[in-house]
């Protein structure tokens, strides 16, 4: 096995064996983005100086007896709306094309003092609205699995680089999928924590009782090891929860004894691929095979969950994007401008994408007067429906069980133009963010090729039950050894 396919602990044990540096293999990690990067294009920024810096400091550490992390000196990427001190963070816009932060997220410090090397910024859909990747203002991101589709979205940056080996691990964010689902079209295993488990601060916002930080990782002991790092209170974000952390590594035992399970067959019938449903079925039986007691549920709201999320996210999306306006930070028209009103105008008719103006105009139209209570409000309402689907669920069950995303990865350019069919991406992995509940998407087999996900969801606060049960599923299946090989589809030649 060549040393960018290995897993996150894999290459952190050969490291603490002293088979090779840390300072070696972030040389190699660079060297790898160099070879593959013109034809996945994960990254929007590549900080090799910082990374041989940190790299060296991981060495230093380890031959000083201080490193103390389970991951010390493994090469990580990062999501290009985590802030990065003295690093550009653009959130993929013409906006924040050039802003530098002044400081770092919490994210990117705990990784810093773990001495995880920060080998890039990746790339994403704009202000982390879409499911392809597409939406970045900057460059297109191609699926490792065939270079003709998309990595999922809007963490496609984070996933495309480690399912390509430029990358040990990642960390994205997640609104309404964008971990989970490309994750799950990458062949990776991606989690989203529990709303408050993991803070935001330095997380530039889109929907702020959404958004949720979470690692990318080649299997789920990487995404354990990933959790321990980052999960915890941290009183500089307000939604963050002051609750015990357990350690996330002593849930992998392998056992799904005992557990329950139920199969929402809201998220298992129309709008799933055929192929995928078969797929997903057959990792259920498998769990059952195994133990877990699985039964179908009806979750009777969770169809309304799309038009709730698209009324909800882009409302704190216009909230949180109205700061941009020119004048303190960010893109300025340099357009002459007859007064402050035109200078904002301009600006953010320069700086933002499509998608983007278009969400901030949809927000500002549920939140407006007269159709607050018709739009906003009533959303609120069957947000609590949904929610309560999922409390009675979890009274019989300890975790749910379905498809993350309803196909497989999709040629780039196919629904670009398809709007509604690019949301329907979305329908299985957006309930959660709305319940504010943690699930993981792991590998579950493949379709023609390319890799299908399961996605196991929880209790709130209960990342442990859907890790043992993902690695007991991962203990018992291959799926999650196979590397994409970097090539184009028959279509393309
Ligand atoms: N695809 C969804 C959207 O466009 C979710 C994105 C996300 O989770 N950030 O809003």
Not at 68 to 88: E, F, N, S
Not at 292 to 300: A, D, H, R, T, V
Request: aromatic letters at 8%.
């Amino acid at each position: 096995m060549k040393l960018f396919e290995l897993t996150a602990h894999e290459l952190a044990d050969n490291i603490a064996a002293g088979e090779i540096s840390s300072a070696e293999a972030t040389q190699a990690c660079l060297e790898r983005i160099e070879a593959v990067e013109p034809q996945v294009e994960a990254f929007v920024s590549v900080t090799a100086d910082v990374a041989l810096q940190q790299a060296a400091e991981a060495d230093r550490k380890r031959a000083a007896g201080e490193a103390d992390g389970a991951l010390t000196g493994v090469p990580i990427a990062i999501k290009d709306l985590m802030c990065t001190r003295g690093l550009p963070t653009t959130c993929c816009s013409k906006i924040l094309e050039n802003f530098i932060p002044p400081y770092d997220a919490t994210v990117v410090e705990q990784c810093r003092q773990a001495a995880l090397p920060m080998v890039g910024k990746t790339n994403m859909d704009e202000f982390a609205m879409g499911s392809s990747t597409e939406n970045s203002a900057f460059k297109v991101t191609h699926n490792p699995w065939d270079l003709d589709r998309v990595p999922g979205g809007s963490s496609g940056g984070s996933a495309a680089a480690v399912a390509a080996g430029e990358a040990f691990v990642a960390l994205g964010s997640d609104t309404g999928g964008s971990i989970r689902q490309p994750a799950s079209l990458c062949g990776l295993v991606g989690l989203k924590p529990t709303y408050g488990r993991v803070s935001r601060y330095g997380l530039i916002a889109y929907a702020s009782s959404l958004d949720q930080i979470g690692p990318l990782t080649k299997d789920v002991t990487d995404c354990a090891l990933m959790m321990d790092l980052l999960a915890g209170y941290d009183p500089r974000d307000a939604t963050s929860a002051d609750i015990a952390v357990p350690d996330y590594t002593q849930s992998l035992t392998g056992s799904v004894n005992g557990l329950r399970a139920g199969v929402p067959s809201q998220l298992l019938g129309e709008g799933i691929d055929p192929q995928v449903r078969e797929c997903v079925g057959a990792a259920i039986d498998q769990l059952q095979d195994m133990g877990l007691q699985c039964e179908e549920i009806q979750m009777p709201h969770i169809d309304y969950s799309l038009p709730v999320y698209y009324i909800i996210a882009p409302a704190e999306a216009s909230s949180n994007l109205a700061r941009y306006d020119g004048v303190r930070y960010g893109h300025r028209t340099t357009q002459p401008t007859d007064d402050i009103y035109d200078l904002f105008a301009q600006t953010r008719a320069e700086g933002f994408g499509p998608e983007v103006q278009l969400r901030i105009m949809l927000g500002t139209y549920a939140l407006s007067a007269g159709y607050y209570d018709a739009y906003y409000v009533k959303a609120l309402k069957v947000r609590t429906l949904i929610k309560r689907d999922f409390d009675q669920a979890f009274e019989n069950c300890d975790v749910l069980l379905s498809p993350t995303s309803p196909t497989v990865a999709f040629p780039i350019g196919e629904k670009a133009d398809d709007p509604l069919a690019m949301k329907l991406a979305d329908i299985c992995t957006i309930p959660i963010n709305l319940a504010g509940i943690p699930a993981i998407s792991i590998p579950c087999g493949f379709v023609d090729g390319l890799p299908v996900g399961l996605q196991i969801m929880g209790r709130a606060f209960e990342e442990e039950t859907i890790l043992q049960v993902a690695y007991a599923y991962e203990q018992a299946t291959a799926w999650h050894r196979q590397r994409p090989t970097l090539c184009y589809s028959a279509e393309h030649h």
